[in-house]
């Protein structure tokens, strides 16, 4: 019975925990992280630390004055407004004749919209047009042209730059950037180069011939729609449908001379992008200072590597000692 009684009152002991007793006696324990010998060794190993982090700044600083200074030149614009109500009202007087204009692919509406707009800005057909009348191959590609002799450093042209090389410039490298303010819904067309003048001149140029292009599709879109009202008109004999074609023709015709009378015709110009007086980027205290930290973290982590290899190899080589 006693040795029952022995038995049970072991099984409801708790297991032995180590960590316990140490936190009892304040005894040591071997997995403890000691903070303070981490402390000792960078701290004993800081002039190793502080001239990496010195020969790594000195180095983003010589980098960061090569890099090219970036102006950024930007228009401020806010998009024309259509009238469109009346429009609306006439294409629904007109019904199934409006149904059919629309299936023929006329638009008896307004112009695109903003989104729309703005997308033949960053287009590869508005944008190639551009490059290439403004003959910009030779200044977007400068170190890849031969200024004496007027042409391409290689003579093989698929090494030569591309229109798309020079699209996917404008583009993915940030070059032309347009974005809009959700609440006030204007407009920003920004251009970065590393010529001020030439940013500001590139950026106005890019707005006008927008406008310009979105303006003539507009007058080639009032032709055809006055096309198709005039023989609609010629096979109408209803008199409410005739008086609702007038009514169409008469407000085509005020979109088409609009059209040829307003430069500002889709987005109007509330502040000309002007050459900028400081650089957008590189910033480089900024590449300094993030350079140097990153250099000085690893370094730290290097030297408690080191370290800790260093204590492997020790405890390996007593071990083998007293074996």
């Not at 010195?54 to 600083?61: N, S, T, W």
């Not at 730059?161 to 032309?176: I, N």
């Not at 590449?287 to 370094?299: D, K, S």
């Amino acid at each position: 019975m006693s040795e029952e009684k022995q038995r049970d009152s072991e099984q409801q002991q708790p297991p032995f925990d180590p960590r316990m007793l140490a936190a009892m006696y304040g005894m040591p324990q071997e997995d403890e992280i000691d903070l303070l010998a981490y402390w000792r060794i960078i701290w004993d190993a800081k002039k190793l630390i502080l001239s990496v982090s010195f020969a790594v700044a000195v180095l983003a600083a010589g980098i960061s004055l090569l890099m090219p200074n970036i102006y950024r030149a930007e228009a401020l614009l806010a998009p024309v407004k259509a009238e469109e109500g009346k429009a609306g009202g006439l294409s629904s007087a007109l019904g199934g004749l409006g149904g059919l204009a629309s299936m023929a692919g006329i638009s008896i509406g307004g112009g695109g919209s903003v989104e729309e707009n703005l997308a033949v800005l960053k287009s590869r057909e508005f944008l190639w047009k551009f490059i290439q009348e403004k003959k910009l191959m030779p200044i977007l590609f400068e170190d890849a042209w031969d200024s004496e002799n007027g042409a391409w450093q290689e003579s093989d042209p698929e090494d030569q730059p591309s229109l798309w090389d020079a699209y996917r410039l404008f583009t993915d490298g940030r070059l032309l950037s347009v974005s809009t303010d959700k609440d006030s819904g204007l407009v920003h067309v920004g251009v970065e180069w590393t010529d001020a003048e030439l940013a500001a001149k590139w950026s106005n140029e890019l707005v006008a011939r927008l406008n310009d292009y979105l303006r003539q599709q507009a007058i080639s879109r009032s032709n055809s729609n006055l096309k198709y009202l005039n023989d609609e008109l010629a096979h109408t004999a209803v008199a409410d449908m005739r008086q609702a074609l007038f009514e169409l023709i008469a407000q085509q015709q005020k979109k088409a001379m609009l059209a040829n009378t307003q430069e500002q015709f889709a987005f109007q110009v509330l502040d000309t992008a002007v050459a900028p007086d400081k650089k957008a980027k590189p910033k480089r205290s900024l590449i300094v200072i993030l350079a140097t930290f990153v250099a000085g973290f690893l370094a730290v982590v290097f030297v408690l590597i080191r370290e800790g290899i260093k204590r492997r190899d020790d405890e390996v080589e007593e071990k083998g000692q007293e074996s």
